[in-house]
């Protein structure tokens, strides 16, 4: 038996590649590791390293005898993982690529070193270079190439098997519905969905997406008998909430447990789940690997994928929900009126304002701004901390609790991030000696950061620590954290990292949470899009306080999130083929 540890160890010592980074190799090529690090080290660009590092370990540990080649396919190679690790593109345009390679070996590079460095990698399958349907050449790394072609045959095979069907007791169903008034367009998702094996519920906040899918589980059980019903998220708190509106008609799990992906995002089932219905809820989060694994793992008589056509993407590579739509290949239907509305209240009317791209205007049709509802305090970058500190200690005055306020910014590092808000604001409202070496405390608001299956925390839930044991200044050794009304967790001191302070956090973290009062940060345009400001706006159920520039903030609404994806075109081309 291969001993990976002693492999791992003897990597890090070696090489002085991080342990986790180590770890990964070490499993993946076993007693070859050594092997590829000094042959063929550019392989190591799969991982998340630095360039530098990678660049360092070929010109000290390659015995290749041209290294400059080593060194321009590590390049190529981390070119492409890098974009889709930062932009979530499954692909780089051919002109576009080849600026970032140049640019990262920071050195003239022979054009024929060039070619045949890619060639090569061509020759070995670790890239792929294909022409768009308007002859644009995409080059992708192996591994998203394949997931982006397994998925399209995935897919199109399910399509390919949808039968419209034509029930009388669907239409009954629907019309003799009683529990609560449906909209028409609320009437038609259920059918759709019904009526197919295969289809989308389009819809913002406020729409009635939930309602639908309650409605959906009481007809599948009726009309056909289906019993095996499962609500998947991509989060435990969007699952969460599905679950509790439907009032458990359903089980519910994440992705991640129900397929019984491991921390490596390996799954260890080989059978296939048989299921009657999944619904997937927020769609729009989940990437490409995380559909193949899911849609190869399933044996499924109905699917319906839930979400939001305006949010923000997955985290991970791919745009699927919004490819989904876009092939107009999948029954769907769009929810467009705003149901869940208190009389007066203009968040939810303002956020469908900036789904479709209006901004704070002086014409009539611009964003509402109104007191205590919906506001805009323009400040200058140099005192956004400082307005949302006087921002917050106005709304404790007025009775409102610091937990149910969340401050969310388009980024974690840097100043008016994430971090920098979160120190300032625990200075002011939480301070104590030692918070360097223990970093939480007591009474601090704080967010899981990672499913603990075993305490069952989701990535995402917020709670508040009631008590610590340990020293300050040497560091927490537990830590006893409220979430909601009355689940009370401990973490241990190897645990506690997966707790991190959240009176402010990013707006991507909050997408599938709400709060009662948001206070967006509006600052660097460069990082704002629509969607970002889009989900921003709409996670705040009783008021929105946005601060810093408007003009950063029209300007955001200019730019729309579009990853590249072959996705649409592939779904498209195999049902042509196949109709043909």
């Known amino acids: 038996m291969i001993d990976s540890i002693k492999i791992k160890e003897k990597i890090i010592r070696k090489y002085s590649i991080s342990r986790e980074i180590a770890g990964d190799i070490a499993e993946d090529y076993l007693e070859s590791s050594v092997e590829v690090i000094e042959k063929k080290g550019y392989l190591i660009c799969h991982y998340d390293m630095e360039f530098k590092e990678i660049e360092n370990i070929i010109n000290k540990y390659s015995n290749n005898i041209d290294k400059e080649i080593d060194l321009i396919k590590a390049s190529i190679i981390y070119a492409i993982e890098d974009d889709a690790k930062k932009n979530g593109n499954v692909f780089m345009y051919y002109d576009i ?24 990698l061509k020759s070995e399958s670790e890239i792929i270079i294909e022409n768009d349907c308007n002859g644009n050449l995409c080059v992708y790394v192996s591994r998203l190439y394949r997931g982006e072609v397994e998925l399209s045959n995935a897919l199109t095979e399910i399509i390919s098997n949808n039968n419209t069907i034509n029930d009388e007791r669907i239409e009954k169903f629907i019309n003799g519905y009683a529990e609560i008034k449906l909209e028409k367009k609320q009437k038609e998702a259920i059918a759709v969905a019904l009526k197919n094996n295969i289809s989308i519920i389009n819809g913002m906040a406020g729409t009635g997406k939930t309602t639908v899918i309650k409605v959906i ?97 997955s985290i991970k590579e791919g745009q699927i929900f919004k490819d989904l739509i876009l092939s107009k290949l999948i029954p769907t239907v769009k929810l467009e009126k705003i149901i869940r509305q208190k009389e007066g209240n203009i968040i939810l009317e303002n956020s469908k304002k900036i789904n479709l791209g209006i901004g704070f205007e002086e014409s009539a049709k611009g964003l509402k701004e109104k007191k205590k509802q919906f506001e805009f305090e323009e400040c200058e970058t140099k005192d956004i901390k400082k307005k949302v500190i006087k921002t917050i200690e106005g709304l404790i005055k007025n009775d409102i609790d610091i937990y149910d306020i969340k401050v969310m910014s388009a980024i974690r590092e840097g100043i008016n991030g994430v971090k920098d808000l979160n120190k300032k604001i625990i200075d002011e409202f939480n301070p ?9 405390a007591v009474l601090d608001n704080v967010m899981a950061v990672k499913n603990n299956y075993d305490k069952n925390i989701f990535n995402g839930e917020n709670g508040i620590i009631i008590r610590t044991e340990g020293d300050n200044f040497k560091g927490l050794k537990k830590v006893k954290v409220k979430f909601g009304e009355n689940k009370i967790v401990e973490y241990n001191d190897d645990e506690i990292n997966e707790l991190e302070l959240a009176y402010a956090t990013t707006i ?15 600052d660097n345009e460069k990082v704002l899009t629509r969607e970002l400001l889009y989900v921003a706006v709409s996670r705040a159920k009783e008021r929105v306080i946005m601060i810093g520039n408007k003009g950063a903030f029209n300007n955001g609404l200019k730019v729309t999130v579009n990853r590249n994806s072959m996705l649409v075109e592939r779904i498209q081309d195999s049902m042509k083929k196949r109709m043909a």
Do not use: W
């Open 217 to 313: 589980i009481k007809a599948m059980k009726k009309i056909f008998q289906f019993n095996k019903i499962m609500i998947l998220g991509y989060t435990g708190k969007s699952v969460q909430r599905a679950m509790e509106v439907t009032n458990l008609e359903a089980e519910g799990n994440t992705i991640h447990r129900f397929l019984g992906i491991d921390e490596k995002g390996r799954i260890k089932r080989n059978s296939k789940i048989k299921l009657d219905v999944l619904i997937l809820d927020e769609s729009s989060m989940v990437d490409i690997t995380l559909m193949n694994m899911l849609l190869s793992s399933i044996e499924c008589s109905k699917i319906i994928f839930t979400g939001d056509y305006g949010q923000l993407p």
């Open 508 to 522: 991507h973290k909050m997408q599938g949470s709400e709060v009662p009062v948001a206070i967006i940060i509006v």
């Open 432 to 440: 104590i000696n030692g918070r360097e070496v223990s970093k939480l």
């Open 97 to 120: 690529f080849e600026k970032r390679v140049k640019k990262l070996l920071a050195k003239k590079v022979i054009k024929e070193k060039f070619h045949k460095a890619l060639e090569e």
